[in-house]
């Protein structure tokens, strides 16, 4: 029976693990954001205790009548921070976080603490004062402001990519060189003085990386590492994730009878084009590689992780909004390469599936 007690360490490790996450995920957040979380966490273990059902994503959460009234969206399109770490700049240490669509990103209370060393949410108190506003395009940074979801939370986040913090160092230093700043502003201007130092040696690594072609070494690990990040190693349950709407409104806008037990094989060719490779290409040609003939019970979304699955099932119905807006399978193309901003059935993937069943 001893072998079954808790290991301590174990625990105490577990513990540091869950104080570094709750530090992440608290810095990109408001304090009225954090409260609320406070206020849905009590409300869903209440629900569990009650027998309540929790809402699912999507849906929107308020409380019960006479009390105060809030709630909680969450959204599947905004970018999710794919890779999370801390960086260290100018003694000052900072969250960032590289989305799935490939931006490196730091949110706003991150910029803040990475030039004054404080958490804060309002950037604009540090940038639009009239001796440094006249060498930063404010108007462009609000334009340029990215909405992104951290996992783990229930919250957007907002932030910008990080060259933005170069530019804010950038107008700092070129402030001080041409009028009078505060003494706050001159302690800011320090600081963007050492970070743009620090960003230097860095950018000189990147560019002997280049230059080396070691830098192709690190763009297969960032490879992996996306692949780590949506598919298992194991084939999970079979569920049905293509609604049988899917596949009707294909059959309808090629104007062929449907039946769902012979589908053409081209239509295996569709689902990979439309919906894995929209998705990421990359987990596209790995899935397919993994299975390269999908059937009942071996399919490519049993490869899929949570975070996989979650991003396949937002595309599948973005995919099929369209479908039911479109008159036949050209107009559906059109619209598809428009919206997705490139052409949806490139070799590579179309000749990728050879299989009539992609459900």
Known sequence: MEENKPNKHAKALSKIGASKGGKARASVLTPE?????AVNAVRTRWAKTKGIPIAEVGQQVTNSPGENQSHLILKNDSPISLFQGELELGGVKFFCHVLDDGKRVIA????????????AGNLKAYIGTSNIREY???????????????????????????T???EICDAYLKARESVELTPTQQLLAKQAEIIVRACAKIGIIALIDEA?????VRAQNALRLKIQAFISEDLQEWVRMFPEDFFIQLARLENVHYSPRNRPIRWGKYVLAFVYA????DVAKELKKRIPNPQHGRNLHQLLKEYGKEKVIAQIYQVLGIMKTCRDMD??????DYIFKE???QSEFFDLVDTTNSN
């Open 108 to 119: 706003q209370r991150e910029v803040v603490r990475a030039l004054t060393g404080k958490v």
């Open 33 to 37: 954001q954090r409260k609320e979380i």
């Open 136 to 162: 930063i395009n404010i108007e462009k940074i609000e334009n340029e402001t990215i909405i992104f979801r951290i996992p783990g939370t229930q919250y957007e986040a907002i932030g910008y990519e990080a």
């Open 212 to 216: 080396t072609g070691f830098q192709k």
């Open 164 to 166: 933005l913090l170069i």
């Open 278 to 281: 929209a998705v990421d290409k």
């Open 343 to 345: 052409a949806p059935l």
């Open 331 to 336: 107009e559906f193309k059109q619209k598809f």
